[in-house]
């Protein structure tokens, strides 16, 4: 059975949303101490001057350095209170129902991911990412859990949602996406990126168009489909 939808997909279909919000994060958060109890479960951010407590907490997985695999928290034995992992059971679920193994196996090697990471919390950056393209979920912090190995979690909290989308700071993502980030299919990736940012997304000829308050932006593509350069102004917003 052919299926079109795939794990790289995913990740492009994640990635400028997943970066901007994790920006966001930093800029909440500063620097910050971290403590969980699964059991309660509660999720506590010790900042500077407050400390935040998340409203949910979802635990994705772990990944190990040891046995350099990651392990869903559906599959953990350690047997994990329902609401804590039914976010990773509904991503088995999604596996199964598209065909993409990654996620509808219980323990994925990393060597079986995108690049064959060898470091625990880039295994853990991937699968994470994919979660937050099925969940739409789109905040996650990833914790040392002892021994080397990374604890992925998606939390939630009034804070940590995103600002209406403002000309400067979208550009700033899709430059820095571009930069920084493992992209397979750009246009797929910006295409998905607008949309889910609620902003105005044509990308039906060779071109791509973004549209939003105040701002446009036309994205040129090279002969492999690749951001070959992005042209972006400003118009005066609605209302004055």
């Known amino acids: 059975m052919h299926n079109s939808l795939t794990f790289t997909d995913l990740l492009d279909d994640a990635a400028l949303l997943s970066l901007e919000h994790q920006v966001h994060l930093e800029e909440v958060l500063g620097g910050h101490s971290w403590h969980v109890d699964l059991q309660q479960p509660r999720f506590d951010f010790a900042c500077a001057t407050r ?42 679920d999604f596996g199964l129902q598209y065909g993409i193994q990654e996620l509808a196996s219980a323990e994925v090697p990393f060597s079986a991911l995108p690049g064959a990471p060898t470091e625990a919390h880039v295994a853990a950056g991937l699968l994470t990412e994919a979660a937050k393209a099925v969940t739409g979920r789109w905040t996650s912090y990833n914790g040392d ?54 902003l105005g997304a044509d990308f039906s000829g060779e071109q791509g168009r973004i549209t939003g308050p105040g701002f446009e932006a036309v994205v040129e593509f090279d002969g492999y489909g690749r951001v070959a350069g992005i042209k972006a102004g400003l118009s005066a917003p609605h209302g004055g």
């Not at 190990?64 to 928290?73: D, F, I, K, N």
């Not at 550009?171 to 949309?195: E, F």
């Open 145 to 198: 859990a002892g021994g080397g190995t990374r604890a992925a979690f998606l939390v939630e909290h009034p804070d940590f949602r995103l600002p209406p989308p403002e000309p400067a700071r979208v550009m700033r993502v899709i430059q820095q996406a571009l930069a920084g980030l493992r992209l397979t299919d750009h246009r797929r990736a910006l295409h998905s990126y607008a949309v889910k940012r609620g």
């Open 51 to 92: 400390t935040i407590t998340c409203t949910a907490v979802h635990l994705l997985g772990s990944a190990a350095p040891g046995p350099g695999t990651w392990l869903w928290a559906w599959a953990n034995p350690s047997g994990f209170p329902e609401t804590v992992v039914a976010a990773s059971a509904r991503l088995r």
